[in-house]
């Protein structure tokens, strides 16, 4: 069906009825000027926000609907994994060019909503517009934790280790492969898609860290795994060195190096949208660290000063230059006149 057939408010209201859900904390949802929402006064408020825009992040030939909102929603909720907090409420909104259909919107929203239902968080409002150029999504998610709890960029220390869950560059490698064609049916190559399309969010290994008081620091790796930890080190005033043999690798990616351009590294590192947690942990809290049933694997160390470092198997240390996504990248006219 065409959305003009059913104008702005009949597309609000198919939203609104395909994410219907209840919570006593909110006192009014979609379809007001603004949703009301009630906070316990004992915790703080997280608030974070993320676009997701035809050609810059995502190309309907290489996603479906569904995917495409359940990305939409992953990676707001990861930012909130990464404060070590947990997401109550969601504000989505598109920008939908002509010649998308109901059917198609209606499938963003299952995809959106069944990660959000899993994580008990509430669609509470958005905007819908026509585009002239793309489809354009923004979502913003408001996530809470108790006072005193959020981890931030800015605690790591010298002598904290450098930690992260899961493995890296499968989503980077993933791209690659979609971008190439060569899809192909094995296990191996499809996981490496499906971590691209379908990130999981590490909200509850976010939480487990946070609550046990192990993180100094904490991002996710949306950029790449040299861009974030950057990231944390300017933010904390300090640098770090990796251990390429540490970065923890998975076999999807390993058994189709021969798929890719690149050495496998070179994604973990760069790749980006992997969405695992990034965290630094001092000494004093290793034990407790270790007792968390979490897959995390030690990568490497914060130092004194600044500068990231890259440690080969061989022991030769080299310069690690910072290498994920940048948006502006080459094309800011930045010569002085
Ligand atoms: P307003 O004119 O006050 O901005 P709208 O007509 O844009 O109101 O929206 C009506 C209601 O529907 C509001 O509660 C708004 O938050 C909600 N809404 C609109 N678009 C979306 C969307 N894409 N997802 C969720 N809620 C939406
Ligand atoms: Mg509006």
């Known amino acids: 069906m065409k959305i003009s057939c059913l104008g702005e408010f009949g597309l609000i209201d198919k939203i609104r009825k395909s994410s219907a859900c209840s919570s006593p904390a909110v006192v009014v949802g979609i379809g007001d000027d603004a949703a009301v929402i009630k906070m316990a006064a004992s915790s703080v408020l997280l608030a974070t926000t993320d676009m997701l825009i035809e050609h810059v992040h995502f190309d309907l030939s290489l996603t479906d609907f569904p995917s495409l909102g359940w990305k939409s929603a992953a990676v707001n909720l990861s930012d909130i994994a990464a404060m070590g907090g947990i997401p109550r409420f969601c504000l989505s909104s598109l920008a939908i060019p002509s010649g998308i259909s109901v059917e198609a919107v209606k499938g963003f929203y299952r995809g959106f909503s069944s990660l959000l239902r899993a994580h008990n968080t509430m669609l509470v409002g958005g905007d819908t517009s026509s585009s002239k150029s793309g489809f354009v999504v923004s979502v913003s998610v408001l996530g809470e934790t108790k006072r005193g709890m959020a981890v931030y960029r800015s605690g790591a220390k010298y002598g904290d280790s450098v930690f992260v869950t899961g493995t890296l560059g499968d989503s980077g490698a993933g791209l690659e492969i979609l971008k190439s064609?060569?899809?192909?049916?094995?296990?191996?190559?499809?996981?490496?898609?499906?971590?691209?399309?379908?990130?999981?969010?590490?909200?509850?290994?976010?939480?487990q860290i946070a609550l046990a008081k192990c993180a100094s620091a904490m991002i996710d790796i949306s950029d790449g795994l040299s861009s974030d930890l950057s990231h944390i080190c300017d933010a904390s005033g300090v640098g770090a060195v990796l251990f390429s043999d540490k970065i923890p690798l998975s076999t999807s990616l390993l058994k189709s190096a021969t798929c890719l351009e690149k050495k496998p590294l070179h994604y973990a590192l760069s790749g980006g949208e992997d969405y695992e947690l990034l965290f630094t942990v001092p000494p004093s809290r290793m034990n407790k660290l270790k007792s968390l049933r979490i897959p995390i694997t030690e990568i490497g160390r914060i130092t004194k000063g600044n500068g990231l470092f890259l440690v080969n198997a061989e022991g030769r240390k080299a310069l690690l230059k910072p290498t994920g996504y940048n948006h502006f990248k080459g094309s800011l006219d930045c010569k002085k006149r």
Not at 181 to 192: C, E, I, P, S
């Open 181 to 207: 064609g060569h899809r192909g049916q094995r296990a191996g190559v499809r996981n490496l898609i499906k971590k691209h399309n379908r990130p999981v969010p590490r909200i509850e290994w976010g939480r």
